[in-house]
């Protein structure tokens, strides 16, 4: 990624590529650049699909992240767990939605 790049990987994206106590992603800028552009549209996107679930099934928010999770940890996923589980957190931020309850218990 260039200098001239303006894009902001928020933290907590960039703790996806980072080993406990290591300062450097293990993964070059681009591609953790490449892959946070990637996630955040799919969070967004994600957001029309979430308030049509919650409007047709009268679900809590709860169940309708945990529905989203798991339709992107399913069998066909194309992504890694931890940046499924980033989307959802993501998505509930987005629709200001309390956190996944996963995510507040996890150390």
Same mark, same amino acid.
């Given at each position: 990624m260039s200098e001239g790049n303006q894009l902001f990987i928020p933290p907590t994206f960039l703790a996806l590529y980072m080993a406990p106590g290591a300062h450097k992603p293990s993964a070059s800028q681009a591609q953790v650049a490449a892959h946070y552009e990637l996630c955040e549209d799919l969070a967004q996107m994600l957001s029309v &699909?979430? &308030?049509?679930i919650q409007l047709r099934s009268d679900a809590g928010s709860a169940e309708v992240l945990q529905?989203?999770?798991?339709g992107l940890c399913g069998a066909d996923a194309v992504m890694e767990e931890n940046q499924a589980r980033w989307v959802v957190c993501r998505l509930a931020e987005l629709m200001q939605w309390p956190a996944p309850a996963w995510q507040t218990s996890e150390p």
């Open positions: &699909t979430a &308030t049509e529905h989203c999770l798991d």
